[in-house]
């Protein structure tokens, strides 16, 4: 069974940076198109970044461009989420998914990932 276990959420002040990780057990991550998700309370959730299974492709919201970077480890089965400069905005409910075919394209689309965490909080002061 796949599980994906998300932890490095915490409170930062504005202009400050966390690292989210996201390991996987229960699969061999590194063949599957991975995605962060975020979802702030009343707020529909969304895409935040993700990266193909080899990890040669990365797509990023506009919101995060040059402040988030994602990046794999295969040998330790983790995808993580490198957030620099974060704001009070970025301030939700952090979310990695998983796709469940080989090698499948790079989408922002949700209804395409098929495995979820639990979620790490991540919160944001002026």
């Known amino acids: 069974q796949v599980q994906l276990v998300e932890s490095g959420g915490g409170w930062v002040q504005a202009g400050g940076s966390l690292r989210l990780s996201c390991a996987a057990s229960?699969?061999?991550?590194?063949?599957?198109?991975t995605g962060w998700f975020r979802q702030a309370p009343g707020k529909e959730r969304e895409f935040v970044a993700a990266?193909?299974?080899?990890?040669?492709?990365?797509v990023y919201a506009d919101s995060v461009v040059g402040r988030f970077t994602i990046s794999r480890d295969s040998a330790k089965n983790t995808v993580y989420l490198q957030m620099n400069s974060l704001k009070p905005e970025d301030t939700a409910g952090y979310y990695c998914?998983?796709?469940?075919?080989?090698?499948?394209?790079?989408?922002?689309?949700?209804?395409?990932?098929?495995?979820w965490g639990q979620g790490t909080q991540v919160t944001c002061s002026s």
């Open positions: 998914a998983s796709d469940r075919q080989r090698y499948a394209s790079v989408t922002s689309d949700s209804t395409q990932y098929d495995y």
């Open positions: 229960g699969v061999m991550f590194n063949a599957y198109t």
């Open positions: 990266i193909s299974g080899t990890g040669g492709r990365t």
